[in-house]
T-cell receptor, first 119, second 117 residues
Framework: GAGVSQSPSNKVTEKGKDVELRCDPI?????LYWYRQRLGQGLEFLIY????????KSGLPSDRFSAERTGESVSTLTIQRTQQEDSAVYLC?????????????????FGPGTRLTVT | AQTVTQSQPEMSVQEAETVTLSCTYD???????LFWYKQPPSRQMILVIR??????QNATENRFSVNFQKAAKSFSLKISDSQLGDTAMYFC??????????????FGKGTKLSVKP
């Protein structure tokens, strides 16, 4: 079946502009995660959605970052007034994880990421 | 807060040989998962192997196995019979298990593995 898809694959923007990054999770996956990967670094958690709600926004680095999810499907990560330090690969992952109680393990499946370059 | 440390930024191995990648982590929790992910140049994160903290037996997946030392908070990955396709960044990761829901992944900085012919 189709995996997690992200668009655009690459985005170059000027400092100060707003950008929107899109994630299409695997159909039926209730949980969705956004991560950021700076050059030469591991992934940093940004935000987690369960359904359309975001119970954990603790990783968002500033109020310039926001995200939403609609229809328990597609998610958009928006960065306002981009700065050069926002340059990174933004990865999305989805899983079947449910908060309703289960000892089962739910793997996070990752998309290919969006490489954002702020000039 | 949980942290994951990978002390080897780069490693290389000859094809068909065995290599071990190191990972240590810090947590005060007892119920969690540990993972090794592979990231080839395509950027696609691929789950290699996982270990549940409550299991004493080390996980294995074909040529990949782990040495999980819970008391020492150590979680190393051994790759046997290395293949050229194993060339990639390898990330160690930690995830809380809240007994019904799961947390986000916490990653180390990665080890770049090169397999040489």
């Amino acid at each position: 079946g189709a995996g997690v898809s992200q668009s655009p694959s690459n985005k170059v923007t000027e400092k100060g502009k707003d950008v929107e990054l899109r994630c299409d999770p695997i159909s039926g996956h209730t949980a969705l995660y956004w991560y950021r990967q700076r050059l030469g670094q591991g992934l940093e958690f940004l935000i987690y959605f369960q359904g359309n709600s975001a119970p954990d926004k603790s990783g968002l680095p500033s109020d310039r970052f926001s995200a939403e999810r609609t229809g328990e499907s597609v998610s958009t990560l928006t960065i306002q007034r981009t700065q050069q330090e926002d340059s990174a690969v933004y990865l999305c992952a989805s899983s079947l994880a449910s908060s309703r109680g289960s000892d089962s393990f739910y793997e996070q499946y990752f998309g290919p990421g969006t490489r954002l370059t702020v000039t | 807060a949980q942290t994951v440390t990978q002390s080897q930024p780069e490693m290389s191995v000859q094809e068909a040989e065995t290599v071990t990648l190191s990972c240590t982590y810090d947590t005060s929790e007892s119920n969690y998962y540990l993972f090794w992910y592979k990231q080839p140049p395509s950027r696609q994160m691929i789950l290699v192997i996982r270990q549940e903290a409550y299991k004493q037996q080390n996980a294995t997946e074909n040529r990949f196995s782990v040495n999980f030392q819970k008391a020492a908070k150590s979680f190393s990955l051994k790759i046997s019979d290395s293949q050229l396709g194993d060339t990639a960044m390898y990330f160690c990761a930690f995830m809380m298990n809240y007994g019904g829901s799961q947390g986000n992944l916490i990653f180390g900085k990665g080890t770049k593995l090169s397999v040489k012919p």
